[in-house]
């Protein structure tokens, strides 16, 4: 067991592996699951209008682009695997109908304080084609040139030189995120993806010499034949590289969900009891070298926009994880992309050949989603608190809310009570707190207040789970 006081985060291997469980990473509440057809483009084209009324909020755009040159096989991303370049055009056609047609649903008067590009593999675009759907984006919605914007892009630096990286922030994008996941070869033999240390490290060091605000680095603990030894090699990399935000995720092995994964090796997967010791080396390494633990996964530097955001109650959990700007609505452009608008959610057609349809077809490429009733709106915001503040203050819910918390979450406390038993959880004054211990488990503690969940177990044994496990 190792404390550290500076990110308020213990890990307790014996603790994490009793709470090791399936569940929601809550990027949305409801989650995805409860998304449903009887959503449609309709009503999101409604409450995209309604948005607009003053206060109308600023907004945040994701723009995903599914292509890939060849498959990393832990990945679960919705993705085209292709060669032929050419699959880019009718794509960018496509996405021009829906942004013209998203862009309409709201006002030109509020800003775009947020543009991010994931993939896939969004540098699968030229150059000239990331120019031009930057200008088509310009026509349609507000876009900001000044400092405060958050413009980033996901890069895969085997595709991107640093050259090339120079072109990308001319463009006006300000942040980037390398995937990295791990750099031991033999790591990368058994995962498809061969990604020389020097690519990744010229990559950063070129972005230090550019106006780039923030360097974010995605990692992978538990992937096949991964050791000890070998991730502390990675981990001592990176730390050295100094990025700003590293995010460590646990590889979740879904192979009846995720085709790809089928294309690894059993023998090649590492044991719980292993990955239980890789979180623990990744948490040690990264609180030891200065990082803070945000919460999910996510480490950043003490300066850095996620950790005030966390400090100020702007940090929010939303479908690229945690983010800063908790006040804009989010609208998602392209296959599979969810919005979240006021009250509701709205995922688009998942697959290229319905994403096209909806579109030729003169409407938006909306496919299913989820309107929030008075008791989703006040859950998500309780979820929301302990993901992203790690506490809750039981007035300020009520006058928010109209309820009295201990009353209408009386089943919810007491489901706690084996929490704070544990150290997970503590009552503080008529508030919550998320403890130390509690850290690496918050999704657990968040669960005891999803509706949406069975109190226990999170699925039955026999049924294949739908959620990753919490390591």
Known sequence: MDTDPAAGTIFDADL????????????????AVQFHPGFGAADFAAAARASNAAPAKPLSLYVHVPFCESPCFYCGCNKVITRDHGRARPYLEHLALEVARMGALFDRARPVDQLHF??????FLSDEELERLLALLGEHFSLRRDAGREYSIEIDPRTVTPERLGRLVALGLNRVSLGVQDFDPAV???????????????????????PIDSVSVDLIYGLPRQTRASFAR????IVAARPDRIAAYSYAHLPHL?????????????????????LGLTVETLTAAGYVYVGMDHFALPGDELVRAQADGTLQRNFQG???????????????SISKVGDCYAQNAKGLPEYYRRLAAGGLATERGVALVAEDRLRRDVIQGLMCATRLDFAAIEAR?????????????????????????????????????????????AMVFDAHLPPAPAVPAAEAPRYSRAV
């Open 16 to 31: 994490v592996r009793r709470y090791d469980r399936p569940g929601p990473r809550y990027t949305s509440y409801p989650t």
């Open 401 to 445: 809310h109209g309820i009295r918390f201990e009353e209408h979450f009386a089943a919810e406390l007491e489901r706690l009570v084996p929490l704070a038993a544990d150290g997970l959880v503590a009552r503080e004054g008529r508030g919550l707190k998320i403890l130390p211990r509690g850290r690496l488990l918050m999704r657990n503690v």
């Open 258 to 278: 995720f085709k790809p994964q089928r294309q690894i090796k059993v023998e090649d997967l590492v044991t719980p009891a292993e990955k239980l010791g890789l």
């Open 234 to 237: 990675t981990l001592a990399t």
């Open 322 to 336: 945690y983010s800063t700007r908790a006040e804009c609505d989010l609208v998602g452009l392209g296959v599979s």
């Open 188 to 210: 990368q033999a058994a995962v498809n993806r061969i990604q020389p240390v020097e690519d990744t490290l010229a990559l950063i060091r070129r972005a230090r010499e550019l």
């Open 118 to 123: 994931g993939g896939g593999t969004p540098t």
